[in-house]
């Protein structure tokens, strides 16, 4: 079945950096664009980034711009956040998603999510 | 940047009433805006995508309306598991940058 699993999350130290893995099965990977999205404890969710289809454009939010960077091995049919200089406020789930982005006027939304991991840095 | 406001932030309702969610974005986002249900520890579920259109396997008394800056969910006649968080977001296709709103929490009255 259609399925993304995430991997990677646990507790560092803040200036210190994660990698996290988003694994995905049972659809053509290479086919969607995918996304990243975080959630604080007890708050909403916050859109960190997106990697085009191929890996050759990925966008970030201001937040992160400069220190996260995302990328994809389509070969595996991986998504990876590399995660760099992080701070307490980079305290969430982080939940891969994908996004059928072939129109270029219709917004299909994210309709597969992983099941999320955790990140959590702290001193 | 697009900044989308969801009101009300709680709505406090019984099973079998009608639900009446908003989202207003700061400009126009044309009709690429998608909604998502989130229940505590699970991720969130999207229920509608280019404003009002179902996904898949979405419950028909979920519909969606609204263009440019203002959109609303509604929820026909709510059943149990649908007291839940709901969330818009926009995606802009052209700049590629993306935009939650706060939520709206749908709780039994």
């Known amino acids: 079945q259609v399925q993304l699993v995430e991997s990677g999350g646990g507790a560092v130290h803040p200036g210190r950096s994660l990698r996290l893995s988003c694994a995905a099965s049972g659809f053509i990977f290479r086919t969607y664009a995918m996304h990243w999205v975080r959630q604080a404890p007890g708050k909403g969710l916050e859109w960190v980034a997106v990697i085009s289809f191929d890996g050759t454009n990925t966008y970030y939010a201001d937040s992160v711009k400069g220190r996260f960077t995302g990328s994809r091995d389509n070969s595996k049919n991986t998504l990876y956040l590399q995660m760099n200089s992080l701070r307490p406020e980079d305290t969430a789930v982080y939940y891969c998603a994908r996004e059928d982005d072939a129109s270029p006027d219709y917004y299909y939304g994210m309709d597969v999510w992983g099941q999320g991991t955790t990140v959590i840095v702290s001193s | 940047e697009i900044v989308l406001t969801q009101s009300p932030a709680t709505l406090s309702l019984s099973p079998g009433e009608r639900a009446t969610l908003s989202c207003r974005a700061s400009?126009?986002?044309?009709?690429?805006l998608a909604w998502y249900q989130q229940k505590p520890g699970q991720a969130p579920r999207l229920l509608i995508y280019d404003a009002s259109n179902r996904a898949t396997g979405i419950p028909v008394r979920f519909s969606g309306s609204g263009s440019g800056t203002d959109f609303t969910l509604t929820i026909s006649n709510l059943e149990p598991e649908d007291f839940a968080v709901y969330y818009c977001q926009q995606g802009s296709k052209w700049l590629r940058i993306f935009t939650f709103g706060p939520g709206t929490k749908v709780d039994i009255k």
């Open positions: 400009q126009s986002v044309r009709n690429n």
